[in-house]
């Protein structure tokens, strides 16, 4: 930070001038400088002269002139801070999307977001856990990486991504992923442990999950890769600043805990959903535009994606499912019987805050 020095001189008369200095602060975050402008003002009172002085006469004004107001200066607002997540689209609308992990979006998720990305929108999707069911980073990655081609088909271009570590101003810590010269896809990944099917998480992560995270049972909770442990509170605050940065026009994520759709879907699914539900729903211009997912429980209800939207969704499944050793699937075919998934993928259930049925 650098300081600026003000010298005040005396005049010798009864009054002290003001003196107003302004300094620049520059602070710096995640590596970028920042100018932030702070006045300091400094305002003094009259002095005693040492010896009486003879009072001023004032000249008299010529007839008919004006005396002349100097006009008070309007202050510089002070800039807002900016979000490390916040990125303009040049598309128009953002979709936000919030998940539990890297596949939730495209077997759950779509139609709507590959319609969204063919509509010129801007897409920023972000995945809550690393989806590691206990296997650690290597499993991790893969299914990373699994996701970006599945945006590449998703936009239509094979390409190279850039990945960037941003903290936000909540202090979170995660990975930021986007298709070099397409501004329009942001993919961002926190990497917190996998909570498994049955909630207790895994023994290679110490059986930590998000549902204990959100009921007060742990705190913090740390990602898998080493990052900076999260607590329930700041993970809340991280997607409250991702709506308040990208004032998304629509944001998708899972079915809150309590509704009547919860019953029988991953309990991370639950957690996030109710996250979301939380620290998004009750914003102004952004909440209305929440829309919960059914998860497993859709299997359940009638299949409503069919003919091209289905060969859509179901090839950027399949290009995903190339990287998981654990669901991979070599043709439509071949996805769409596999167990559950196959079902799943011919299924997408949006419910807007009204139709959760909660209690």
Known sequence: MSRSQTRSSRVRRRRRIALVSAITAVVVVAGAA?????ALTRLGGTESSAAPTSSPHAEPSPPGSTPTRTPTPTPTPTPTPTSPVAEACPGGDTLL?????????????????SEAIAAGQCVRTVFLTAGDAGRGLDYTHARELGILRAYNVMRG????????????????????????????????????PDGNITDGGFAATGYATMSKLLDGSIAPLAPIDGGPAVSSPQLSASLTEFAEALR???????????SA????????????G???????????????????FVG???EDLPRNVEGVALDAKVETYRVYSQQDDVIRCAD???CLSTRKFGEWLQRSYPKSEDELQMP
Do not use: C, K, Q
Request: charged residues 25%; proline residues 9%; glycine residues 10%.
């Open 274 to 292: 109710t996250l979301v539900r939380d620290a998004i729903g009750p914003l102004d211009g952004v909440g209305s535009g929440v829309r919960y």
């Open 157 to 192: 271009n094979e390409g190279l991504w850039d990945d960037n570590e941003i903290t936000l101003d909540s202090g979170m810590r995660l990975d930021r992923l986007t298709p070099r010269g397409d501004g329009r896809i942001s993919v961002f990944f926190v990497r917190l």
């Open 261 to 272: 759709f919860a019953p029988g879907d991953h309990p991370d699914h639950s957690v996030v």
């Open 34 to 38: 920042v100018a932030v402008p702070i």
């Open 332 to 334: 439509r075919d071949a």
């Open 97 to 113: 999307t919030v998940w539990a992990h890297p596949d939730d979006d495209i077997i759950f998720g779509n139609p709507t977001i």
């Open 296 to 298: 497993y429980p859709s």
């Open 248 to 258: 998304p026009a629509r944001t998708l994520t899972h079915i809150p805990r309590g």
